[in-house]
């Protein structure tokens, strides 16, 4: 599950980088949805509602008035909602109606003017992500 | 939150001073959106946001966020419990219960669980079960399971392997119904 960034990184040089996004529409959780489990997904994934548990995907979106509760590995991660965890992705953006406690584990990151970030933000290289493969044990 | 809209207000009152004419007509569209971040600028720089410029760049953020149908796409797999209290349409695959409103399970869809809901479409998979009002089974669709339910239709091709009870409700819903209207008939003892 963790490999994902590998298999999204072996499909990319298969001049296939758009199907996995392009193909299927993004899914999206509105806001009346919640999960409580593992979230796994080869494309983008756009959340309005609640998620508890973990969740992998190339590109993920936490819309305004989404709350995530867990561990996060994507290569893109856009937080405009509220965010309990740690986030492993290469590049982070961080909107100002974004709430967030817990680790933001980025080798990219920007963080809009206005946004509650109460964690640390520690910097990784790139490779960091790719040879992710397994999510350091959460200290509290 | 609370505090924040409390804040807002506050701000909102002293600038209504200013303009009061101009926020309110904007107001009952935006404004439950709005709160969140105006009262965050607010709180971080007090003197700043003039009250007319803000809501214009918060609305179609707000419109994008708000009005969309749940929609999980092939690519997506769930392990776990989903609940909705909204329709949604499944076509990746779901390991676990889904307890929804309308559920319309696409073509390619897989679900291993039970799926609760008001009105459940199926075209793909499900090894489990089905407990709804009313099931639809499309001719693509491959049942693995019991169904519990009212109503039915099932088309020519459906694969079904498992019984159909018509017997929801039964022990459900209608006794919650029925306690209702008995205790209606009883109360008017009073004069």
């Given amino acids: 599950m963790l490999t994902l960034t590998r298999r999204s990184e072996a499909q990319r040089p298969g001049s296939k980088t758009a199907p996995g996004m392009s193909e299927a529409p993004p899914s999206l959780l509105g806001p009346g949805v919640g999960i409580q489990g593992e979230l796994e997904i080869e494309g983008e994934l756009v959340i309005a509602g609640l998620v508890r548990g973990y969740i992998a995907a190339l590109k993920l979106v936490i819309a305004p008035g989404g709350i995530v509760e867990g561990d996060i590995v994507a290569r893109e991660v856009i937080i405009a909602g509220r965010l309990n ?56 | 939150m609370n505090l924040f809209n409390r804040n807002d207000k506050t701000g909102e009152t ?22 969140q971040p105006r009262a965050e600028s607010v709180a971080a720089k007090p003197a700043a946001p003039p009250p007319v410029p803000t809501p214009a760049p918060q609305t179609p953020s707000a419109k994008t966020g708000a009005p969309m149908a749940s929609v999980i796409s092939k690519a997506l797999k769930i392990t776990g419990q989903l ?23 696409g073509q390619n869809a897989k679900v291993k669980g039970t799926v609760y809901g008001d009105e459940v479409e199926l075209s793909g998979s499900i090894e489990g079960k089905i407990e709804a009002k009313k099931v639809v089974l499309n001719g693509t669709a491959r049942m693995t399971g019991d169904i519990v339910h009212q109503e039915i239709k099932v088309e020519a091709g459906a694969y079904i392997s498992g019984t159909l009870t018509p017997e929801l409700g039964k022990s459900d819903s209608k006794p919650a119904l029925k306690p209702v209207a008995t205790s209606a008939s009883v109360t008017p003892i009073t004069h």
């Fill in chain 1, 85 to 140: 965890g740690r986030v492993f992705a290469p590049s982070v953006t961080v909107e100002a109606s974004a709430e967030v406690e817990g680790r933001l584990f980025h080798t990219n990151i920007t963080v809009a003017q206005g946004a509650r970030v109460s964690g640390r933000m520690p910097w990784r290289p790139v490779n960091y992500f790719e040879t992710l493969d397994q999510l350091p044990e959460a200290r509290t």
């Fill in chain 2, 14 to 35: 002293r600038q209504q001073t200013q303009t009061p004419a101009q926020p309110q007509p904007t107001a009952p569209q935006a404004q439950p959106q709005q709160p």
């Fill in chain 2, 83 to 105: 609940e909705s209290t909204e329709d949604i349409q499944i076509d990746g695959q779901i390991e676990g219960d889904v307890r929804g409103v309308g559920v319309k399970i």
